[in-house]
């Protein structure tokens, strides 16, 4: 009897787990399918994107569809990359949780503030992981699907826009090269700027342009400026910061701007561009002021661009504002993994990969952020390195929502300083004040020392001294600089003056 029984169990165990088997194989199978029906829906979405971008598109509706593509092309790839990375990334979660109580208790003994750290990565995991859910790769598959199914006329009509001339390049210079994720907003200012509408009574075309604190305002309208197109069209190129208009009077301001760009063949009609920079807002009477002063002094067809990151200036435009945003983590991310991976495939090194998606979930979404860190993981593609740099800036990130209730990167948009991290073995205080540019300084000018020689612990000696975070490579090529004070305490790194400067615009 009891080798029967032995034989029934026998048989009843091997049925179940051949029948798990063949249900595991099957999910498997059937999320490969989804996987690649993924990956050729993104190829379609990006030949159209590349398409489109390459073509001068005027027509407003064509650009609000082009950034449906886009953003649901930037949704799709991190979905992607989040299925192809996750078990490398369940793998560096696992080493790293090993180590996690130690590098906490760098900051603080207490076991409340490790909790409240060990809260503060969850939100990281979480968009990762929500990413990784097989319902949101159904759901991912289905609109993007659907999108590509509705573009046809779409595609009809971008034959009729003309093409923009440009030699070609890699992905990795059009991403250091253009301003990655305002590609419809630089069209809407060109629209704006380009288009010669008829003038009543002297009144002239004035666009707002409202965003956060260093979200790329003032470097995505001197872009805008550096358009040959742009240059034909005016004569004249002048820049007013908000510290130039006391009086309100554009005679008295003609020597304080800063002319970025003057030719009178260019335009035979002498129409000038007045680009006023302001940190916040413009009192009715003094914006009122200067719109009556400019009327009289600039020709009909001249235009005035407004800067702020108040959107009380909306009132002040005489055409629809232009918001700029922060990229969404799933754009930043196709950004960060460009710039830091350069020319080498991500898909050759999966694991820094994975470590990479939670790298830039903990930079929230900074431009500097991103060229600062990628330019020295891209100096090292080693596992080991990426997690020393992943497990730096989380426990960077933890400390100051700890101390001071926001992220770093918040604190330094308002130009409050934050303790740096850095990968030196040494107990002194790292403080970085101020991030500020400088437009093409001269190579004498530039500090020899650079923001990735502080991190990667180089630079270990005390005192204040300025480093070079970032070259940009995009017209106007702004120099980024930083401030640092590293000292024996916290006392001496944070007080004393601070650089001198402009609320950064």
């Avoid at 971008?158 to 419809?184: E, K, T, W």
């Avoid at 470097?219 to 240059?231: F, K, M, P, S, W």
């Amino acid at each position: 009897m009891e080798p029967l029984l032995s034989a029934i169990v026998g048989d009843l165990v091997s049925r179940a787990l051949s029948m798990v088997t063949q249900r595991y194989l099957q999910s498997k199978g059937a999320e490969e399918e989804k996987l690649q029906r993924l990956r050729a829906v993104l190829l379609r979405i990006d030949a159209t994107v590349e398409e489109a971008e390459g073509r001068h598109i005027t027509n407003q509706a064509m650009l609000q569809q082009l950034q449906m593509l886009r953003r649901g092309m930037y949704r799709g790839y991190y979905t992607l990359d989040t299925f192809r990375y996750r078990a490398h990334r369940d793998k560096a979660d696992g080493e790293a949780s090993t180590r996690r109580s130690f590098a906490l208790s760098r900051f603080s003994p207490s076991s409340s503030r490790r909790t409240f750290f060990s809260v503060c990565d969850a939100p990281s995991r979480d968009l990762v992981l929500d990413a990784g859910s097989c319902s949101n790769l159904d759901k991912m598959l289905s609109s993007l699907e659907r999108m590509i199914g509705d573009m046809q006329e779409f595609v009809m009509f971008l034959a009729s826009y003309p093409r923009i001339s440009r030699q070609p390049y890699s992905a990795y210079l059009s991403h250091d090269q253009v301003m990655f994720g305002l590609q419809m907003e630089k069209e809407t200012i060109l629209s704006f700027l380009l288009c010669r509408e008829v003038a009543r009574n002297g009144s002239l075309g004035v666009l707002p342009i409202i965003g956060p604190a260093r979200v790329g305002k003032s470097t995505l309208v001197e872009h805008v400026c550096h358009d040959e197109r742009v240059r034909r069209r005016f004569s004249l190129i002048v820049f007013f910061s908000g510290n130039d208009l006391n009086g309100g009077n554009l005679a008295t301001l003609k020597g304080s701007g800063v002319i970025k760009h003057q030719n009178l063949a260019s335009s035979p009609r002498g129409d000038s561009l007045a680009v006023i920079e302001l940190a916040g807002d413009m009192d009715e009477e003094t914006w009122r002021g200067l719109y009556t002063s400019a009327a009289s002094h600039m020709t009909p067809g001249s235009k005035i661009i407004l800067t702020s990151r108040s959107e009380k200036i909306a009132s002040l435009g005489t055409a629809e504002s232009v918001m700029l945003k922060f990229l969404s983590q799933e754009a930043y991310w196709c950004f960060f993994k460009t710039v830091a991976f350069g020319s080498t495939n991500p898909g050759e090194h999966p694991n820094l990969a994975a470590l990479g998606m939670e790298i830039a979930v903990h930079m929230n979404r900074s431009f500097v952020a991103a060229n600062i860190v990628a330019s020295l993981l891209r100096t090292n593609l080693d596992t080991r390195f990426w997690r020393r740099v992943l497990r730096c800036l989380r426990d960077f990130a933890s400390k100051h929502l700890s101390m001071f209730g926001e992220h770093p990167t918040n604190l330094l948009r308002k130009d409050q300083p934050v303790y740096m991290w850095t990968m030196a073995k040494t107990t002194n205080v790292f403080v970085m004040r101020d991030i500020y540019d400088e437009p093409s300084p001269q190579i004498s000018e530039v500090p020899r020392i650079t923001a990735q020689d502080v991190l990667s612990g180089r630079v270990t000696s005390e005192g204040a001294f300025q480093a070079v975070a970032w070259r940009s490579r995009i017209p106007p090529c702004y120099t980024y600089l930083v401030s640092f004070v590293v000292s024996r305490t916290d006392k001496q790194a944070v007080l004393g003056k601070k650089r001198s400067r402009q609320d950064r615009i």
